[in-house]
């Protein structure tokens, strides 16, 4: 089975089905994925303002109605709380099980909130010679805690987490011009060259995903990531939400070029 | 006193000490000036998702916290209850009074949203040579409702407003790739040439502002309007909400040419 090059469709029936639960990473090519979070009504007003003032690294794919599961602009009849391979629920900011399908811990008062994934921009950057290193080293993409405090709505406040990409100085002009247009998958970079002035430590030691190689004469640049969301649950410590696992995505129906509207 | 070439904080002053009780129209030459819809926070929750469903005809500059009158990002030391010359309050979607001061209306539960308006674009279509015919004539600029139902979000929905300036293909194609880089300002045009396809009947006899000159070889060119969140109230009829009166916007610090980002 050839997951690169099926429908998006395809593939959300077989993770319905439960025939598939691991990552979901080079399925549907071409399609962009998103990140979720899943919160009660009573918290999702915060979290929306949250998103609507950090868009950078929470920019929003699509928010359901109140109790709905149904993606109706990113996925045409796509359900939220079984088209996932594998979800994450937490209470009180820890993690507290994992599930492949959601369908018994759905409630009339949850909303969900599909988050763009800079994996969109990536098909982008390689098709114009700018290097995706963890992509040619068979590995998840760095990223990293920061020192950069999103800006806080109501109950929700935490550090942005990054992606990073190491490449020329050339490569890194090439790539934020690219990024800059696909403002709905974190856009363009928000850091370029010197960790320590982000609060990065050590390259070497990401803090999810896993360390590439930099190589002599590259600099690291740095994107806002979709993983901020968890890190802010973390923070914030809502008494219960529910995410994808990393790596886990939901595929949509609409092309990662499209998104550059 | 020359209003165009003052600071937006002293016009807001005089504006705070009831000096200034007109439109802002020309004030502050390069800044940015806002839309302004006040709810209470419990129908901001259907009013935000609505923003962001619908962003090409609300696009948010910012949204207050709870209770909270300040404005921060957009404007140093702002205060959304007296700064901006003439407010409206409605009443189950009825126009039920006219202020210069809402002061002895604020509520701790009310949000403040600020709207980005169509007014930042037209100094940068100017500086292109593109003609803004309103401006020319000396009129306030014609708008008009739309067929186009914006996306609805749980309590609210309604028709799209226009605003429309004439031009030749040429200069609407320079306008289009202008403003299309100016999201937080309505972006690119929602529609360009015969008016019938979006439900306008008569460009002559606009619903909102006054008609202008279209001179042979001219296309109507239409853009999203702030008004939009106005006619939503109409239709939605929320109990209590607060905007300004059209014409008499919020200044902001911020300059347009930086509305880009």
Do not use: A, F, R, V
């Given at each position: 089975m050839e997951y690169a090059k099926m429908a998006p469709s395809q593939v959300r029936q077989l993770i319905r089905e439960g025939k598939i639960t691991g990552?979901?990473?080079?399925?549907?090519?071409g399609y962009a994925q998103g990140n979720l979070l899943i919160l009660p009504r009573e918290e999702a007003y915060d979290f929306l303002l949250f998103t609507q003032r950090n868009p950078k690294p929470c920019p929003i794919l699509e928010v359901g109605d109140m109790g709905s599961r149904l993606v109706k602009k990113m996925a045409t009849g796509g359900d939220i709380a079984t088209d996932i391979p594998r979800y994450r629920l937490w209470e009180n900011g820890e993690l507290s099980g994992e599930f492949t399908d959601i369908s018994h811990l759905w409630r009339d008062d949850y909303v969900y909130f599909l988050i763009g994934c800079s994996f969109s921009f990536e098909g982008e950057l390689l098709a114009a010679d700018v290097p995706v290193r963890h992509i040619e080293e068979g590995r998840n993409v760095p990223m990293y805690l920061t020192n950069i405090e999103c800006e806080p709505a109501g109950m929700f406040h935490g550090k942005t987490v990054v992606s990073m990409r190491p490449m020329t100085a050339e490569q890194a002009i090439r790539a934020t011009s690219i990024t800059a247009s696909m403002p709905r998958v974190h856009g363009a970079p928000i850091h370029i060259g010197d960790p320590a002035k982000i609060g990065?430590?050590?390259?070497?030691?990401?803090?999810f995903g896993e360390a590439v190689t930099v190589k002599e004469g590259e600099i690291p640049v740095f994107w806002c990531c979709g993983v901020t969301p968890q890190s802010v649950v973390m923070s914030a410590r809502p008494p219960i939400a529910i995410s994808h696992a990393p790596g886990h995505m939901f595929i949509t129906d609409v092309k990662n070029t499209l998104l550059k509207d």
């Open positions: 990552q979901t990473s080079g399925m549907c090519d990065i430590q050590d390259l070497s030691k990401p803090d």
